[in-house]
């Protein structure tokens, strides 16, 4: 059974930092994307940054672009979001997403929540003016 556990959410004041983690489980090591995203209520998911495992390529969203770092730790299955400078506007719940082995990061549909099979429960994120 594949999971996704997201950790490492919280309350900062703006202009702060938070580091969140997902730690994949349950299924094979083949290189795929791996993105975050994030949510308000009522407005649809927003992608903030992706990777492809194979090679470390990475995505952002412009919006987040310069703020934010995705990476990974291969050994641990695990795929890391530093935010850095953080705004209000970043007050969201981000959650952690998987495409199917193989799945590339490169295309416009990579930022289309629809495009990831896998998702996270997800982990809040507020950010104080």
């Known amino acids: 059974q594949v999971q996704l556990l997201e950790s490492g959410g919280g309350s900062v004041q703006a202009g702060g930092s938070l580091r969140l983690s997902c730690v994949a489980s349950?299924?094979?090591?083949?290189?795929?994307?791996m993105a975050w995203f994030r949510q308000i209520p009522g407005q649809e998911r927003e992608a903030v940054a992706r990777?492809?495992?194979?090679?470390?390529?990475?995505y952002y969203g412009d919006s987040v672009q310069g703020r934010f770092t995705i990476s990974q730790d291969k050994a641990k299955n695990t795929v890391y979001l530093q935010m850095n400078s953080l705004k209000p506007e970043d007050t969201a719940m981000y959650y952690c997403?998987?495409?199917?082995?193989?799945?590339?990061?490169?295309?416009?549909?990579?930022?289309?929540?629809?495009?990831?099979?896998?998702w996270g429960q997800g982990t809040q994120v507020t950010v104080s003016s």
């Open positions: 997403a998987a495409t199917s082995p193989g799945d590339v990061c490169f295309s416009a549909r990579a930022a289309d929540s629809t495009y990831y099979r896998y």
């Open positions: 349950g299924y094979t090591n083949a290189d795929r994307c």
């Open positions: 990777i492809y495992t194979g090679v470390d390529t990475t």
